[in-house]
């Protein structure tokens, strides 16, 4: 292993072996490079911006209760996604009798590009878990097999999911070639005396 | 379009999802808040007590030492009774027998003329 820099930034090991002693700034410093990846995740998931907020927290707690549980020599994206997703399926377990909610849009709106786009169609013709699965590979950059450690399932499975994925969209962009880009699914704002919005007349 | 174009086309179009401002913060807050609710000495002390509870209720009785307090000496009607008690029961059935006897006795001799008194 190649030495660091005096002044470079610590890597993500040697964070989790200060976290592990008890040192809750440096885990405050891993909290700042991976929740992004954990909310997103989440998000994809829950497709519930607030539900994926609440869960990128309650992950962090838990992760930081466990860290003691937690192989240092393993990348830890993976292990915390791992929390992430079985704390979303107690959330779900939890809020069972509640009619389900709206699905918001995960993607945000795409710069204007000549290409077709391809996440904001995953999205709306994939499962969860497909879409998911095409995430962790193609977004963060996890192997098949960590992600079916992530998402419970063996790697063939994975592999088997994925592939399937790139051929529904593949049938879907032969079947509707790109045209003009799609509507903002996220709703106008409501009119309210704390965003300024005027009622259109 | 085949698959390996979409291979292509995942790759180079990843998107960034926007996390709100807060997020962090509520993190590192909530990171903090259990952190302090975990070292409450409260809780710490509890394993100690219990192990404290579950000695006392397991340890064998302890026997009476003196402490100062002076015993008081048997009572002695308490040593009569146990005196009367370890008689032997034959010997006072021997002496009611005894009595029996002597009574009939004197019944026997009071009842009976004498011969004197017949010879007169």
Redesign the interface.
Known sequence: MAPHAPDSPPDEASLVRQSRAGS?EA??QL??EL??KV??FL?TLTRN?QDA?DL??ET??RA??KLDRFDPSRPLLPWLLTIARRQSIAMLRKNRPLPPLELES???A?EPSP?????RT?ETHLSRDAFSA?WLH??EELSLAEVGKVLGKREGAVKVLV?RA??T??EK??NDPPGPPPLPVTPPPIPSIWNNTRVPS | ???S???R???Q????????PG??A???M???Q??RR?LHPGWLALPATALVALLAFLAPPEETAPTGVTVAPPEPAAEAESALTALNPLGSEAEAIRNDAERTGRFLIDCLPSLSVAER
């Not at chain 1, 290409?115 to 996440?119: A, I, R, S, V, Y």
């Open positions: 809750l885990f405050d909290v700042h929740h992004p909310h997103a998000l911006r907020e990128t927290q962090f707690v930081w209760r995960v993607i945000p795409p290409g077709p786009d391809l996440w995953a095409l193609y977004r592939h790139r051929r969209l593949a962009l032969r | 379009m085949n698959e174009d979409i291979d086309l995942l790759r179009q990843a998107p960034d999802i926007p996390v709100r997020l962090e509520r993190i590192h909530a990171l903090r259990r952190r975990r």
